[in-house]
Nanobody
Framework: QLAESGGGLVQPGGSLRLSCAAS????????VGWFRQAPGKEREFVSC????????TYADSVKDRFTISRDNAKNTVYLRMNSLKPEDTAVYYC?????????????????????WGQGTLVTVSS
């Protein structure tokens, strides 16, 4: 199971750090992605980190502002979000796959992932 935390209300230009914690199994063998869904929109890819932490990918809309990382000792993946914009407002989800080979791959298609957290709301507003 995955559980997100760290969302909240922040002003434009502000920062937040989201956490994705795993329970029931170790997160280390899994690639983990972050996705977000704004009201009335499709869920979209934000970022992904590979099993070793060396591979990271980002959507163009968040590149250079967001940083994904992982601490396998804490069984947690993080998403540091800087220079937040109103258009970043969304429910943010972390996700992974229970089956190989997708389990170890960074994928951008949400339909390839079958393990999701409940989401955490990020609101960027003045």
């Amino acid at each position: 199971q995955l559980a997100e935390s760290g969302g909240g209300l922040v002003q434009p230009g502000g920062s937040l750090r989201l956490s994705c914690a795993a329970s029931g199994s170790r997160l280390e063998p899994y690639a983990v992605g972050w996705f977000r869904q704004a009201p009335g929109k499709e869920r979209e890819f934000v970022s992904c980190i590979g099993i070793g932490g060396d591979l990271t990918t980002y959507a163009d809309s968040v590149k250079d502002r967001f940083t994904i990382s992982r601490d396998n000792a804490k069984n947690t993946v993080y998403l540091r979000m800087n220079s937040l914009k109103p258009e970043d407002t969304a429910v943010y989800y972390c996700a992974t796959a229970s089956q190989m080979p997708v389990q170890v791959l960074c994928v951008r298609d949400k339909d390839e992932l079958d393990v999701w957290g409940q989401g955490t709301l990020v609101t960027v507003s003045s």
